[in-house]
């Protein structure tokens, strides 16, 4: 029986000894609770303004109910902890086009690769035809590692040595539609934001798709590796301010990742909300919780709470 995400996340989550329900454990709920609280949330990578912010919630809150035991504090934690999480639960849908071009970019080693070998896989599963686009033109590791994936879940790939990447996704964006498939998966290579001639690549890659379709790319995904806590966000901001995103697959939780990080991605994706209300949301569609084709879940807020705070 295959060992469920939940308990990898949380024996994940657990091995980083940031533990927060160590907080909890204390008789009464006293200044020496909120500040042993704001440190645990903050070595958990939830970063100043979502610890701040959940802070307040949580003092607010406890004061409204007039609870005094620290459990009870903990259960008012968990509560708001979801409710700021909970906009980030969104289903990734397919159908509404076909293809349904889906861009996927990332820094190198976040596991983009593993992660569209993955979503392949859940795709498949839901009855979903999927074409594979490497527009990693330059890396032939990178092309061969997306061909293995397209070979074990039995789906094709357009793959092509050197080359514009831009081209190489319009050729895949073309073929997914003279074939009738229902998704174009377009991985691209993996690049650090401060390398702005690949960022600009990246922007150049939507253009073209664009052209190919007018109505895709209808997802841009950043893929983050769960354990690099505040560089994660900035990572997600950088990536959204080139390409504007519309989702994320958070990677490796089910290794030493804190976790928090999701609370400081929920807090800014509120933020941008309030300030660019036309643009899509950036929800969590799914998180790697393991190496394997199937260790790929979708984001719940109210169990990622639980396991994080268990
Ligand atoms: P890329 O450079 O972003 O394409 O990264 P890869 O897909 O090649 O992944 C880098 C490493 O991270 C590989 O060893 C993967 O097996 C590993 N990896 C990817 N996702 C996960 C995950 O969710 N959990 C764990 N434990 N490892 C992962």
Same mark, same amino acid.
């Given at each position: 029986v295959r060992e469920h995400w939940v308990s990898k996340l949380r024996s994940g989550l657990n091995?980083?000894?940031?533990?927060?329900? #160590?907080?909890?454990?204390?008789t009464q709920i006293d200044e020496a609770l909120y500040e042993d609280l704001e440190s645990a949330l903050l070595m958990a990578d939830s970063g100043t303004g979502a610890t701040a912010y959940l802070l307040d919630e949580v003092r607010r809150r406890v004061k409204d109910s007039g609870v005094t035991h620290p459990v009870a504090v903990k259960n008012i934690l968990t509560d708001a902890l979801t409710q700021l999480l909970k906009?980030?639960?969104?289903a990734l849908v397919i #159908?509404?086009?076909?293809?349904t071009v889906i861009m996927v970019a990332g820094v190198n080693g976040a596991g983009k690769t593993t992660s569209i070998g993955k979503l392949t896989r859940h795709l498949a599963n839901e009855g979903a035809s999927v074409l594979l686009a490497a527009?990693? =033109?330059?890396?032939a590791a990178a092309r061969e590692q997306l061909e293995v994936w397209a070979d074990r879940n039995r789906v094709e790939i357009v793959s092509q040595e050197g080359g514009d990447p831009a081209a190489v996704s319009f050729d895949a964006v073309s073929a997914g539609k003279a074939r009738g498939k229902d998704v174009v998966l377009v991985d691209t290579a993996g690049r650090l934001p401060t390398q702005l001639h690949l960022m600009e690549e990246l922007r150049k890659i939507k253009r073209v798709v664009s052209k190919a379709d007018? =109505?895709?790319?209808?997802e841009i995904i950043l893929v983050i590796d769960g354990n690099t806590g505040q560089n994660a966000l900035s990572q997600v901001k950088a990536f959204d301010d080139i390409l504007q995103l519309t989702g994320l697959i958070v990677t490796?939780?089910?290794? =030493?990742?804190? #976790?928090g990080v999701l609370a400081a991605i929920a807090l800014w994706a509120r933020e941008r909300a309030k300030a660019s209300p036309g643009l899509k949301p950036v929800p969590v569609y799914f998180i790697g919780v #393991?190496?394997?084709?199937?260790d790929l879940e979708t984001f719940n807020a109210r169990e990622f709470s639980q396991a994080l705070l268990a």
């Open positions: 091995k980083t000894g940031a533990s927060i329900s #160590g907080v909890f454990t204390g906009p980030l639960e969104q #159908g509404e086009f076909k293809p527009a990693d =033109t330059f890396r007018s =109505t895709a790319p209808h490796k939780l089910d290794g =030493t990742a804190k #976790g #393991g190496e394997k084709l199937e």
